[in-house]
């Protein structure tokens, strides 16, 4: 009898206990949409060149390339980069990676989030997490030599 009143009330702990040992839901929030234009007028240029983000923000990226020329002339995509990185540097390495969508495989570990190549009226998106740590994580389109004339902005972590 003295185990089965043991094991009724460790059950009963377990039940009551229960609920406050499972982890927390993730918060089901709509990401916080950011709408992008880039190539107006042929222009090599992103309509928006700053993103401000708190800690771990959830952000949607929407990205309209408004460009008339081809995909393979005028493509646009867009590339976040950890902080620190380069955006020059890695424009200049992805300039050979076509096949790859211009994000070349020796530098994919710095690499947050990307928008694919867009062609002329073309719409992509991508949602992520900001980073956690506070800091300047730059973004710009890493098709060839449109970061070398200003393609590129900064997503701001405070």
Do not use: Q
Not at 85 to 105: H, K, R, V
Not at 128 to 150: N, R, V
């Amino acid at each position: 009898m003295k185990f089965k009143s043991l094991a009724v009330t460790l059950v009963a702990a377990a039940l009551f206990a229960g609920p406050a040992i499972l982890p927390a839901a993730e918060s089901t929030a709509a990401p916080r949409v950011v709408k992008i234009v880039a190539g107006v007028d042929n222009v090599m240029k992103f309509d928006v060149t700053r993103v401000t983000a708190a800690p771990g923000e959830t952000i949607k990226i929407i990205l309209t390339n408004k460009t008339t020329l081809p995909k393979n002339v005028m493509g646009h995509n867009w590339v976040l980069l950890t902080a620190g990185t380069d955006p020059l540097a890695f424009a200049a390495a992805a300039a050979s990676e076509a096949a790859n969508g211009y994000i070349p495989s020796k530098l994919k570990e710095k690499v947050i989030a990307v928008v694919g190549l867009l062609g002329p009226d073309e719409v992509g998106e991508v949602t992520f997490k900001a980073p956690l740590k506070p800091g300047d994580y730059p973004y710009l389109c890493s098709f060839p030599a449109h970061c070398l004339i200003g393609m590129k902005g900064v997503l701001v972590v405070k």
